[in-house]
């Protein structure tokens, strides 16, 4: 049994509609997994009921092989980190970490040499006696982080803890909360919307839309081999388009172009997708008989180091990214080609 179980998970405000449909995830020991998805696609939810802030309709929590289903949040025994660093001002950080271990009534002795720890862990010795308005918000932060960590929880939760961050100061957190995350081995969850930072800090990530979801794996597994259209569009795949299976690893679309593809399906019909990076624009005397397509270049964008092209084809107008050093105008008649270990079936 993996450490954390969340098994048939169902949430429903009104008992009309759930938020959460039968839901089912598995964490195992030291592992970080994000709850990845737009707004209102549930991960916020499900990271609720893991806290213990919402009690399920249906179904069961479970950590270490103990229920905790019914167990309220001041019992969990959890760490947990907001976007809203939530840090007491007339404390100082040293204080401020201190908190939850004095509340658990701990010896002093103690909660100075575990203050001192985690203080070393997350890079602020030199700031434990400032108060929170003098620090920046990385700092901050990190004081959040460090509070939640120095009880040594079961479980570490992270609610969007770096959407308040410039874009800079984000991948500075992600790296240290990784490498946090890594030192101490502590099971995390994570909840984002941001796939760049998601990817960059997960073991696995769950993909989440309309309360289910829709693909747990990898972010490498995610990122080539989405499994549902929604998982695709999702992460950035952009030029979609119907394919019937023929005959294992070849598929036809609605012009009769064959396409090869090494993802394998049963047969039946179903959705190509390409990244615009990955479609080539080649002389038509390279060509192959199977994955390339004629097209007319209608719209052309400047991307800095690239330019996208808005590209007509007999089975839909596909974006297409491409270097520079070769510079297409529009009404250009291309050549375009779809590799066979790009083409994602979906």
Not at 13 to 21: G, H, Q, V
Not at 221 to 238: C, D, H, L, S
């Amino acid at each position: 049994m993996s450490y954390v179980e969340l098994k048939d998970i169902r949430v429903s405000y009104d008992n009309n509609t759930d938020i959460l449909k039968d839901l089912n995830l598995s964490i195992e020991k030291g592992e970080l997994v994000s709850l990845l998805g737009p707004s209102g696609c549930g991960k916020t939810t499900t990271l609720r009921v893991i806290a213990g802030l919402i009690e399920p309709n249906d179904g069961e929590f479970l950590v270490d092989s103990q229920n905790l289903t019914k167990v309220p949040v001041h019992k969990r025994e959890f760490g947990m980190v907001f976007q809203s660093y939530a840090l007491f001002p007339h404390l100082t950080i040293k204080e401020n970490v201190a908190f939850g271990l004095k509340l658990r009534k701990e010896q002093k002795n103690t909660i100075d040499k575990k203050v001192t720890d985690i203080l070393a862990i997350t890079g602020l010795e030199e700031l434990a006696d400032r108060y929170p308005k003098q620090l920046s918000g990385g700092q901050r932060q990190r004081v959040a982080l460090a509070r939640a960590l120095v009880i040594e929880p079961k479980l570490l939760l992270l609610d969007e803890p770096l959407s308040n961050l410039d874009a800079k100061l984000r991948v500075t957190m992600r790296i240290e909360i990784k490498r946090i995350q890594s030192q101490l081995g502590i099971t995390s969850v994570f909840v984002t919307h941001d796939q760049e930072e998601c990817f960059s800090i997960s073991d696995k990530v769950a993909v989440m839309n309309k309360g289910v979801i829709e693909q747990f794996d990898t972010p490498e597994e995610i990122y080539k081999n989405p499994k549902t259209e929604f998982v695709a569009r999702f992460i950035g795949f952009e030029n979609f388009f119907g394919l019937t299976q023929i005959e294992e690893g070849m598929y036809k679309a609605v012009d009769g172009t064959l396409f090869l593809s090494t993802r394998k399906w049963e047969t039946g019909k179903h959705t190509g997708t390409i990244r615009p990076d990955d479609i080539d624009i080649v002389a038509s005397t390279e060509a192959n008989t199977n994955n390339t397509l004629s097209g007319v270049i209608k719209v052309r964008t400047f991307l800095g180091k690239s330019y996208q092209y808005e590209i007509e084809t007999s089975i839909g107008t596909l974006l297409v990214n491409e270097a520079d050093d070769v510079i297409y105008q529009v009404g250009d008649a291309v050549t375009l080609s779809i590799p066979s270990h790009k083409l994602t079936i979906v």
